[in-house]
């Protein structure tokens, strides 16, 4: 669109403006929550660096909440969080985004600090240096991650001469070799008004926002803006493969397919196609490949559909020694959408979740900003959206056969695998020659079955004349594919109603209006805590097991339905509880709750189903092996809690999970899925009368039988430091936690724990400040506080150099010796308070966040008032009650240190 001749204009209860100095303006009005999100797109990423530039749009990320002219290092994120919002950003190949979410009665402050970071940034060169160093901590965490191990290199032989081919994060000594200089340039040549996009989404007037809007980024300076040059990718003519070997425990592997940009006619079907594939547990790959086969632990597929160059991407995790036929079985699969029609039935479902990941979106003012600056700045325009819906909703089965026949194409195609090191069961020339016979395969067998008929499926060498147009949505499979809605949001929600069923089944529901979606939530005391030795995990394992099938619908069946009415039902295990949860629209409430009913009343446990249950648990119990800040805080949590069942992993372990077999879950389910011993909440667009109706009429007749719980053993306090350390082969950084012992849940420690807990971390907290923003010891270094039914538990985290380990260790004594020792300031106090106050309020904006916080805070025996509670009792704590509570649970003497660190890894 051209900027220059932008009027304002209102269309759906959206406002577009531009302002004198070019810079664009969206508005949107919802009144849904008290929450206003305020996003500033910079139409510059990493694909517009140049030479010797790449990794500054990312720098930028860092440093522009550094500080400016006006506003000190740390104090911007202490002024947001002091005002109880969040403010971040992240950098893609084509814009760098700024963002606050903050209580609406703050949105000034949030216009004020973003509009002054646009243009006043000051880039210190101490503290550049030091941040430069975070970002190089940063990249080593990168080196460490298995999915940015083969993303990275997916790209990178993907795009030989488009900058997407590039790491948006640069390279270390890219990094290194930047100085003040080259940042102010590149700041100074692209962070200009005429080159930015500002959205504004929740409880607000437009007509009293937009003089606010002029008075703060009004006063920013356009500039000339420099040409962004992308050269073309050449159009690939073959194949591409790689293998790469590491020190893993599950292999990884990614298929990819260029397709057209961000605004390309045949993007809906191309997205349409990929729902197809991986959209959700209905989709073919799902189905066929990980559940069927059970060739893969995990799968997906994707269009990804940027700016300028869009990749189709199919990926997953599996073991190594399936690699071939995985990888066969794939191809044939994604190559007969060339040949075959999709049916009805199946299209339909697919347009449906598409159209109605639109609602979804409603339900955050995140989300929808986010929402409006993708299409304002990907495709140009807001208001694309629109249009893009109406094509999906016209997208035919041939369509996707053309889409498919266009795109989907060995040349075209890309072939990655991430192997653990010594199980690579195939090579390059093998990915390269069984992806071409499985190929032909389906073409042979599809020109069998159709023989040589006038109906038959375009060739690969028919659609090579054809004119690749470049292509739209920003659809991945998951629900984030967005819709309008027609005016501003403005209804109130309702209080809570507690109701008792006849059987004891405790019944709570909440009138949430506005947003035409509900969510359900049932759970049971359970979880790790009513866990042994030798049932480690089957909380978990149960809870997969609800939707694997029951007596009237097979686990394909239950997904083809949710999925068909844009619902989602899944089990849910942690440590103190396990249940089922359901989302769907409002106006299938009816067919949702049914389905919701029947997954917890009459599971099946059918063998097959229990078989493909433990194939995924044990994957997912090897990628957390890959996963080093998973491996440091299970070792961290094993160690605190040596003798009470919250050491164990909710995964369980390869031994208990093997072993667990059909009694086994259905003796636990019958112990402890009883209506005594359980909680059902409801919160949403519904009609409480009617859902109360309905929750009676599908479990009033459940029996009572609920067995005792467990008798569970005492926690044991530390009585001295605890010090373990792991070694990994091939790593780059070293994950240190250092905890204690904290508060459980429902005690008068608790709030003051939150309280302290937030004063360290967070972005205005005392740790970032001191180990990162002073010392440039890590990337991420934070506290957190986990309560629970027993002692809960406190801990300081950091991703450090290994080099640094020493001094991260010395650092983070150092700040909880400060507290002990001299306490907390009034400033401190505040902050917390409000911040702690103002997430809790962004954070209850969905429906099923109020669902969770209802369902556990009455079935822990808090009350589920609780909710209603927690402002005033964290504004009550008191800097005595911090300092008190803090020395009560933090013993410099008795700490868990664990450090999981690379092999031969040198201290400085």
């Known amino acids: ?90 950098t893609s190949f084509d814009e760098t985004v700024y963002y606050v979410v903050i209580a609406s009665r703050f949105m000034d402050t949030a216009l004020d600090v973003l509009s002054d970071t646009m243009e006043n940034s000051t880039f210190d060169p101490e503290e550049l240096e030091k941040e430069l160093e975070v970002v190089v901590e940063e990249i080593r965490r990168g080196e460490d991650s298995p999915g940015r191990n083969l993303s990275e290199k997916l790209f990178s032989t993907a795009f030989t001469e488009h900058p997407y081919g590039r790491p948006i994060i ?67 003519k073959g194949m591409k493969a790689f293998v790469i070997e590491k020190p893993l425990q599950e292999g990884y592997f990614s298929l990819a397919f260029h397709i057209p940009n961000a605004k390309g006619e045949d993007t809906p079907a191309v997205d349409v196609l990929g729902n197809i594939l991986g959209g959700g547990e209905s989709s073919r790959l799902y189905r066929n490949i990980k559940e069927e086969k059970g060739l893969t632990s995990n799968v997906y597929a994707y269009a990804y559909t940027p700016m300028r160059e869009g990749i189709f991407a199919v990926g997953g995790t599996l073991d190594p020694s399936e690699s071939k036929e995985a990888l066969k079985e794939i191809m044939k699969e994604v190559m007969r959408l060339k040949y075959e029609p999709v049916g009805d039935v199946e299209l339909s479902r697919v347009k449906i979740n598409i ?31 629109d249009e893009y819906l109406g094509k999906v909703r016209k997208v035919t089965p041939e369509d996707i ?55 038959a499926a375009f060739t690969d060498e028919e659609l090579t004349e054809e004119i690749i147009v470049p292509s739209a949505g920003m659809n991945t499979g998951d629900k984030n594919t967005p819709a309008a809605v027609a005016e501003p949001v403005k209804a109130a929600p309702g209080e809570v109603k507690k109701f008792v069923l006849d059987n004891g089944i ?163 389910y019958s112990k402890y899925v009883r209506p005594e011993n359980m909680v059902i909440t409801i919160v949403g667009e519904v009609d409480e009368n009617e859902a109360l ?67 360290l971390s967070g972005q205005g907290g005392r740790l970032f400040i001191e180990l990162r923003d002073k010392k440039s010891l890590a990337y991420t270094v934070t506290s957190f506080y986990t309560p629970g039914l027993e002692p809960g538990y406190f801990g300081v985290y950091i991703g450090t150099a290994p080099q640094k380990e020493e001094e991260a260790v010395k650092a983070i004594k150092e700040q909880l010796g400060l507290v002990l020792k001299d306490g907390v300031t009034d400033e401190e106090i505040k902050r917390a308070q409000n911040y702690l106050v103002g997430s809790f309020e962004i954070g209850l904006q969905q429906n099923s966040s109020q669902a969770a916080k209802i369902t556990f805070d009455e079935l822990y025996g808090i009350g589920w008032e609780e909710y209603k509670r927690y402002p005033q009792e964290i504004f009550a704590v008191t800097k005595e009650d911090v300092q008190k509570a803090a020395k009560k649970y933090i013993d410099l003497n008795k700490y868990t240190l664990i450090i999981v660190k690379p092999e031969n890894a040198t201290q400085g």
């Open 693 to 759: 109706e309905a929750i009676k009429e599908k479990f009033g007749s459940m029996k009572k039988g609920a067995s005792t719980a467990p008798v569970i053993k005492p926690v044991t306090p530390p009585t001295a430091v605890t010090e373990k350390t792991e070694t990994k082969p091939d790593k780059a950084q070293t994950h240190i936690i250092m905890g204690f012992l904290a508060p459980p849940i429902n005690t008068e420690d608790e709030y003051a724990f939150e309280v302290l807990n937030t004063i």
């Open 170 to 236: 640069g390279t270390e000594a890219g990094v290194k070799a930047f100085d003040r200089k080259k940042v102010t340039d590149f700041y100074h040549k692209w962070y200009a008004s005429n080159n930015m996009t500002l959205v504004v989404v929740g409880d607000f007037d437009t007509a009293k926002i937009e003089p606010r809007i002029e008075e703060t980024f009004g006063k920013l300076h356009r500039r000339d803006l420099p040409e962004c040059n992308i050269p073309d990718e050449p159009e690939q």
């Open 355 to 385: 159209e109605s990941d639109a609602v979804y979106t409603k339900e955050t003012m995140q989300g929808q900003a986010q929402k409006l600056g993708f299409f304002e700045i990907e495709t140009g325009d807001f208001r694309y959206e």
């Open 1 to 90: 669109m051209d900027n220059e001749s932008l009027k304002k204009e209102t269309l759906n209860g959206i406002t577009r403006y531009r302002l004198d100095n070019g810079m664009t303006i969206i508005l949107e009005e919802n009144r849904s929550a008290p929450v206003v999100a305020v996003n500033v797109w910079v139409k510059t990423g990493s694909a517009c660096e140049t030479e010797g530039e790449y990794g500054l749009a990312h720098v930028h990320e860092h440093m522009v909440f550094k500080g400016t002219e006006k506003r000190a290092v740390g104090e911007i994120a202490r002024v947001i969080e002091g005002s109880g919002g969040d403010i971040n950003a992240f």
């Open 506 to 668: 405790q019944v709570l529901i909440k009138e949430n209006p506005g947003v035409p979606l509900f969510a359900a939530r049932a759970a049971f005391l359970g979880g790790v805590r009513y866990e042994d030795e030798k049932t480690q995990g089957m909380s978990n394992f149960m809870s997969r097991m609800f939707t694997r099938g029951t007596e009237t619908r097979s686990a394909a069946q239950i997904a083809e339905e949710i999925e068909s009415i844009a619902g989602e039902v899944q089990g849910f295990s942690g440590r103190n509880s396990f249940g089922v949860t359901v989302e769907s629209l409002s106006q299938n409430f009816g067919e949702a709750i049914d389905i919701f009913a029947d997954v917890i009343l009459r599971p099946s446990f059918e063998s097959q189903e229990i078989e493909r249950a433990r194939r995924e648990i044990l994957s997912e119990i090897n990628r957390e092996g890959d996963n080093l800040l998973k491996t440091t805080v299970n070792l961290f949590l094993a160690t605190l809690y040596a003798d009470h069942p919250y050491k164990y992993n909710p995964l369980g372990t390869v031994e208990t999970v093997t072993e667990f077999d059909g009694p086994d879950l259905r003796e636990f």
């Open 401 to 455: 056969m053309r889409a498919a026949n266009k795109y989907l194409t060995i040349d075209n195609l890309t072939a990655g695998f991430l192997l653990p090191a010594g199980q690579a069961a195939l090579t390059e020339d093998d990915v390269r020659e069984i992806a071409k016979q499985a190929s032909e395969e389906v073409s042979r067998e599809m020109a069998r079955n159709k023989g040589n008929g006038s109906d």
